[in-house]
């Protein structure tokens, strides 16, 4: 799966890894900090964050057409320039008054634009690279290592944002309103480092920020479309995201329902061998959680690398390396003692640390289709991701089927009744939810950048933003209905999934012929 990709994908990939690094550890706490710093309810927060979720995922479609124009390369890097900015901002520790809410919406203004000018556009650079026919068959396995990396970045943002802010709590007496900004000036750390990759190695992608091209910087002619074929292409794609818009509302249910049902509803320790993925170090370099959940994705490679090594050396160094984080994990599960205190935000870096194990079966289990012939279509891989996300909130719906609504449930809680769940419910449903992702997200993008039409490549990735920001600014529903009964909640989220896969399976033979 890793063989045959030109160089500069893992140079965008991993600048794309620190941005994302950056803002998934904003994203972890950012709920939480609206409603301990100002006192917001969880209506009001998620309706601040569902706003934001919308608009930096809408202003791509702005950012892709001044790259049509001015070209993929400026725009990127005038984001992250606009990020930097909007990440210091929100470091800042101005407490909870009118300057502090104003310097926020500044900030959050700036790391909307910066976002915009900067994600899709080195996606279409990526794409690009893949223009060049030596590389064309392999454009879904690229964009899913390229997806696999995004989630490098996010991997252990949660656990980095708590043991930020539980040092600067009870090493410097942070208070914790104030210790949020701790975990927010991460990003700008992040950020630098991410440019500096970006420029670092931009000689090996520099040909893709221009017309279509070949992987020796010669310039290739345009695929000729007439006007009937464009407008196919158009008006597929916008079928597509037209699913896309409520796969996000569901997947992004992550930092609202799924956040609060992990602070309302789970229970709030752990023993055991899972205590292990659970927890976390007050020290920046000991992140207890991450490192286990680390050995766990080594044991995977290890695993798989036995079997696709091309040597008995390789082999068997794989083999070692599988056995040795088997043994440390077993060691660790032998020795663990007493229980660990379950924070709501460490659930988010199960999801990151799924895709990066999960990326290279997937893509083995299609690449054996593949050389058989029976290899899914695109459309068909993203009707069946929801369908597969329907299934993560049927895992939610059994676990809340004898529950109480929120009101009831913060009474039990107050008065030490309250039924608390297994946080098992909630990372098994993480586990299903990124299999959804990985089938619907990566495979997606490929195939925006395969259909649209040359002219507008950058207006078209900026499309499937918008679709994703509808789908932000939607997550605002379930949040809203917060206070009824857990079973409907989760209900018109697996409705919503089947109706959605409904809809692809029905216009998927339309689909997969602009996709030929």
Known sequence: MFEGHPKGLWALALANTGERFGYYTMLAVFLFFLQDNFGFSMGTSSSIQAAFLGIVYFVPLFGGMLADKFGFGKMVTSGIVIMFL????????LGAGAMALGVMALALLFICIGTGLFKGNLQVLVGNLYDDPK????????????????????MFAAAVALSIMAWAQDSMGISKGDSYHYAFAVACISLILSIAIYYAFRKTFAHADRAKVAANGAEVAEEELTPAQTKERIICLCLVFAVVIFFWMAFHQNGITMNQFAREYTATSETGFMSLFLSKSLSF???????NLLLCVITVYGVLNIFQSKTAKGKAVAGLIAVASVGVLVYKAMNVTGSVVVEAPIFQQFNPCFVVALTPIIGIIFGALAKKGKEPSSPMKIGLGMLVAAMAFVVLLVASWSLPAAEEQAAAVAAGTATLVSPNWLISTYFVLTIA???????????????????YKGMMMGG????????NFLIMVPGLMWGMNLSIIWGVLIGICLLSAAFIFAILKRLEAVAK
């Open 464 to 471: 499937w933003f918008v679709a994703t920001a509808i789908g």
């Open 86 to 93: 909007g990440y210091l901002l929100l470091s800042l520790p």
């Open 437 to 455: 992702e990985l089938l619907l997200s990566p495979i997606g993008i490929s195939f925006v950048s395969k259909v649209a039409p040359p002219k």
């Open 285 to 291: 370099t000991e992140i207890r959680s991450f490192w």
């Open 135 to 154: 590389y064309s068959a392999k454009r879904d396995e690229g964009f899913s290592i390229f997806y696999m990396a995004i989630n490098l970045g996010s």
